[in-house]
T-cell receptor, first 114, second 111 residues
Framework: DTAVSQTPKYLVTQMGNDKSIKCEQN?????MYWYKQDSKKFLKIMFS???????INETVPNRFSPKSPDKAHLNLHINSLELGDSAVYFC?????????????FGPGTRLTVL | GENVEQHPSTLSVQEGDSAVIKCTYS??????FPWYKQELGKRPQLIID?????GEKKDQRIAVTLNKTAKHFSLHITETQPEDSAVYFC??????????FGQGTELSVKP
């Protein structure tokens, strides 16, 4: 009965590799997000999808590519990993809407690039 | 541009004391202001939120106040307990429902 789930929880990889993180929500929400939390704990939005459509695309290197096969899933693919990509990546979902609403976060994926 | 400033970055209190965390936002169109608590190694979780048509909201030991004119909002925790120790984030919504987060406050409650 997990609301927002992510896999994997930990990811350790070498520089230059390509990796993916998967996210699923069973809350029936229309909007999903990817956040990056760096070592200083700062939470920065990367992408947002509403009903499979990209609506927020922050200044993120184009090595990062989100994909939403349906409104319950939002995956993040990262090409040519760099040391600076090491962080915790959180997926989140919300009912959406223009006025803002609670966002429910997944457990996070700790990515370490060696 | 869009910005949320949060202070202090660290806060240490004795058990039973009150804790106050303050945020300011830049977008006057923001109308939704949530507060999240993140324990070590865990996900951020909503503890309280307020909309712009309300000046204050309370939930047991937690309260949030909003001053739209000054673009300030604050989190107040009374009778703090060791389990309140965590990082707290404020956020403000902007157009399209996007949330801009503050930098976080690491609260430590000493027994």
């Amino acid at each position: 009965d997990t609301a927002v789930s992510q896999t994997p929880k930990y990811l350790v990889t070498q520089m230059g590799n390509d990796k993916s993180i998967k996210c699923e929500q069973n809350l029936g929400h229309d909007t999903m997000y990817w956040y990056k939390q760096d070592s200083k704990k700062f939470l920065k939005i990367m992408f947002s999808y509403n009903n499979k459509e990209l609506i927020i695309n922050e200044t993120v290197p184009n090595r990062f590519s989100p994909k939403s096969p349906d409104k319950a899933h939002l995956n993040l693919h990262i090409n040519s990993l760099e040391l600076g990509d090491s962080a915790v990546y959180f997926c989140a979902s919300s009912p959406g809407g223009r006025s803002g609403s609670e966002q429910f976060f997944g457990p996070g994926t700790r990515l370490t690039v060696l | 541009g869009e910005n949320v400033e949060q202070h202090p970055s660290t806060l240490s209190v004795q058990e039973g004391d009150s804790a106050v965390i303050k945020c300011t936002y830049s977008d006057s169109a923001s109308n939704y202001f949530p507060w999240y608590k993140q324990e070590l190694g865990k996900r951020p979780q909503l503890i309280i939120d307020i909309r712009s048509n309300v000046g204050e909201k309370k939930d047991q030991r937690i309260a949030v106040t909003l001053n739209k004119t000054a673009k300030h909002f604050s989190l107040h925790i009374t009778e703090t307990q060791p389990e309140d120790s965590a990082v707290y984030f404020c956020a403000a919504s902007i157009q399209g429902g996007k949330l801009i987060f503050g930098q976080g406050t690491e609260l430590s409650v000493k027994p």
